[in-house]
């Protein structure tokens, strides 16, 4: 069994910086792919970024590239995102998931119970 605990949400500008980070206990991650997914109110849940057990290769939605860096440090059990140059459109609750690498993607099993993001305009 995996916790996934996300921390770092909160109130930001628009144009600002927050890190997210997610911890882990219960088990090692360092075999596991880790996602940051979103979820925007009325809108679906998505994948913003993702990354395997070895630091690569790393997936980023269009909607983030270039503004999200997502990393992790297997030693301290611990995914990181890196969200700079924040728009009023990356309001959500940001989730952390770990899961089996699956081909290109991974079966996410895990879930962290969310933090909430506010970019303000």
């Known amino acids: 069994q995996v916790q996934l605990v996300e921390s770092g949400g909160g109130l930001v500008q628009a144009g600002g910086s927050l890190r997210l980070s997610c911890a882990a206990s219960?088990?090692?991650?360092?075999?596991?792919?880790m996602g940051w997914f979103r979820r925007a109110p009325g809108k679906e849940r998505e994948l913003v970024a993702s990354?395997?057990?070895?630091?690569?290769?790393?997936y980023y939605a269009d909607s983030v590239k270039g503004r999200f860096t997502i990393s992790r440090d297997n030693a301290k059990n611990t995914v990181y995102l890196q969200m700079n140059a924040l728009k009023p459109e990356d309001t959500a609750v940001y989730y952390c998931a770990a899961g089996v690498p699956a081909g290109a993607g991974a079966m996410y099993d895990y879930w962290g119970q969310g933090t909430q993001v506010t970019v303000s305009s």
């Open positions: 219960g088990r090692r991650l360092s075999s596991y792919a």
């Open positions: 990354i395997r057990w070895s630091g690569s290769p790393t």
